[in-house]
Structures are given as C-alpha cells and as structure tokens.
C-alpha cells in the first residue's frame, strides 16, 4: 500500500526546489531516490522480522497451551517435592524443540494421545 504524503509535505518539497540550478535539483531527486530506497529497505527487513517474530509467538502459544493441558491433567500437583526419579531425563516422556536462535529450546512433556 503506497502512502500519499500529506499535501504541506508535497509544498514543502516544491518549495525546497526553488532557484536550484538543474543539475543541483538532478543530485537532490537522486539523493531523494536513494534514501526512498534504504527507506523501503527497512521496511521490507522489519516485516520480516515481524513475520518472524508472529510464528515464534505461535509455536510459544502451542507450547504453553500443551503444557498447560498437561499441568491440568497432572494429579496432587504441587502437594510433595518431585522424586529424583521423576526429575530423571525421559526420552519418552518429554520433547524437546528448538524454536529459533532467539528463543532457543523447549522441553515440554509428552502429550498421552
């Protein structure tokens, strides 16, 4: 979607162009081009990094919506220390994902389907 800029900003841009030679008004639309240019750049970087950042939210709302069912299900739920037993590492019991390089890695218990 391409924005209008606001008619004073079209006035002042008219303005600043006044009593320039053809050449100097030549290197301002240049320059103009050159920083619209690096503008939409960033643009395009910062969608990117949204877009990103959308689907890291989405995995993080998955998990924790799975963790939470799994919380529910769990019986006497903060009613005694877990055992070292239970602690232990279970390769069945638990999945582990990595999200991305900024979030890093989640383990969460396995879902009983």
């Known amino acids: 979607r391409v924005r209008t800029p606001p008619a004073f900003a079209l006035a002042a841009m008219a303005v600043s162009f006044d009593g320039m030679s ?3 008004m030549m290197q301002k639309v240049i320059e103009m081009q050159q920083g619209l240019a690096k503008l939409s750049k960033q643009v395009d970087t910062v969608k990117g990094e949204n877009t990103q950042l959308q689907e890291e939210n989405s995995v993080l ?3 924790l919506k799975n963790l939470m069912a799994k919380v529910s ?3 006497k739920l903060g009613t005694a220390p ?3 037993v ?3 590492h279970d390769p069945d019991g638990a999945v582990s994902v990595k999200v991305s390089d900024h979030i890093g890695e989640l383990t969460a218990p396995a879902m009983d389907d």
Do not use: F, L, W
Request: glycine share 0%; proline share 7%.
């Open 22 to 24: 053809k050449e100097d």
């Open 61 to 63: 709302k998955d998990y």
């Open 73 to 75: 299900s769990m019986s």
């Open 82 to 84: 877990p055992s070292r």
């Open 86 to 88: 239970k602690v232990q």
